[in-house]
């Protein structure tokens, strides 16, 4: 599997940002495909996943303001990121993996794949 994002830049706070994952050779059927983010001096999270195109997690810190959504052939994810804050700059990660538990959906340690990040800057 190969993980490729995209989208990444500079805003001001209040603005919004719309990160993609192009993923290849990425089979939904018994996993998942989220986001992580890592800000400086701290360790990587959890932002929001994605099963079967339909079941979605997200962070409490992005609920309501982060939307993840997937397109029909599973190639592609994406990001939708509105009222960004300055606490959501990050370099932002997509990863996947072939297994699912809703209890570790956040856990990075169980993800297989990583794509090489992009990086979020809001001020």
């Known amino acids: 599997v190969q993980l490729v994002e995209s989208g990444g830049g500079s805003v001001q706070a209040g603005g919004s940002l719309t990160l993609s994952c192009a993923a290849s050779g990425y089979s939904s059927v018994r996993g998942c495909i989220g986001w992580f983010r890592q800000a400086p001096g701290k360790g990587r999270e959890g932002v929001a996943v994605?099963?079967?195109?339909?079941?979605?997690y997200y962070a409490s810190s992005v609920k309501g303001r982060f939307t993840i959504s997937q397109d029909n052939d599973k190639s592609m994810m994406e990001l939708q990121m509105n009222n960004l804050r300055a606490e959501d700059t990050a370099m932002y990660y997509c990863?996947?993996?072939?297994?699912?538990?809703?209890?570790?959906?956040?856990?990075?340690?169980?993800?297989?794949?990583w794509g090489q990040g992009t990086q979020v800057t809001v001020s």
């Open positions: 994605i099963k079967g195109g339909i079941q979605k």
């Open positions: 990863a996947e993996k072939n297994t699912w538990s809703g209890r570790t959906w956040a856990d990075v340690g169980t993800y297989d794949n």
